[in-house]
């Protein structure tokens, strides 16, 4: 299938396999309005820095934590008008998590990307609801499908007219509270022509892995992240935060904002040789 790119229409910014890398990242979610708006700044200079385009990325609500007593987020209401403040304030694309029909309805007021959540994949009503808004849609495979059950995610879509859809590997359950990636599902999402992008920070959770709470490798991120790059994808997403220990949900899978900078400066060097050969 021919190459096709993705198109943010209210910024100047395209998708593709074939294109510059672009950086999807921010904190899991939404803890303060000072925090998020901190990060997402710091995120824009370090991104324009290493010379990649930039979405910030957070969540209003995390519906799937593990434990009751879990920090899920401000809300919709109050999540929406904190990221339209990132929006306004740095002039950057936003996107985040929808859970609902309804949710997508609201969200689409506000961001400039939907995201469907791995365990919410095959979700038909979310799936159509996030296509019929006509933003672009990203939808991150479930731990627990093969990439090729992908094509029947993208026809849910498709079937409502819209072809902005992106695709994400955010690694495969194995065994209890482990994922694992297999480098094979990027090669194989890319054959049906769609961007793919991967999530560097999830694909190294340990879901549950704390009891309460998800643990994480976060020294695997760095060699996940190469990996993917290498292969030609179209965006990474990395989870962040100015203290992973302190983050109210992923801290053990985030990476810390000082590290950010090398290691984009390295993603980006490698990005702009693997296209260039492409």
Known sequence: MSERTVTLSAH??????????????GPCVIETERTTL???????????????????????????RSSLRSYRGPG??????????????YDVPVLTDVHSADEA????????????PAFLCRQTDLLLACAATGLPVNVKKGQFLAP???GNIIEKIESRQNRRIL??????????????????????MKTTGYPVIFDATHSVQQPGGLGRSTGGCREFIRPLATAATA????????????????????????????ELPAFLKEIARLDRLVKERQ
């Open 12 to 25: 100047p910014l395209k998708i593709g396999n074939r294109l510059p890398l672009v950086l999807i990242a």
């Open 38 to 64: 901190l990060i997402a700044g710091k995120l824009r200079s370090i991104a324009r820095a290493a010379g990649l385009p930039f979405i910030f990325k957070a969540s209003y609500d995390k519906a799937n």
């Open 76 to 89: 919709i209401t109050a999540g929406l008008a904190i990221l339209d403040k990132v929006k306004k304030k």
């Open 105 to 116: 309805r609201a969200a689409a007021k506000v961001v400039d990307m939907l995201q469907v």
């Open 148 to 150: 090729e059950d992908m």
């Open 167 to 188: 695709l994400t590997e955010r690694g495969t359950s194995f065994g209890y509270r482990n994922l694992v990636v297999d480098m094979r599902s990027i090669a194989v």
């Open 231 to 258: 292969l030609g994808i179209a965006g990474l997403f990395l989870e962040v935060h100015p203290d992973p220990s302190k983050a109210l949900s992923d801290g053990p899978n985030s990476l810390s904002l000082r």
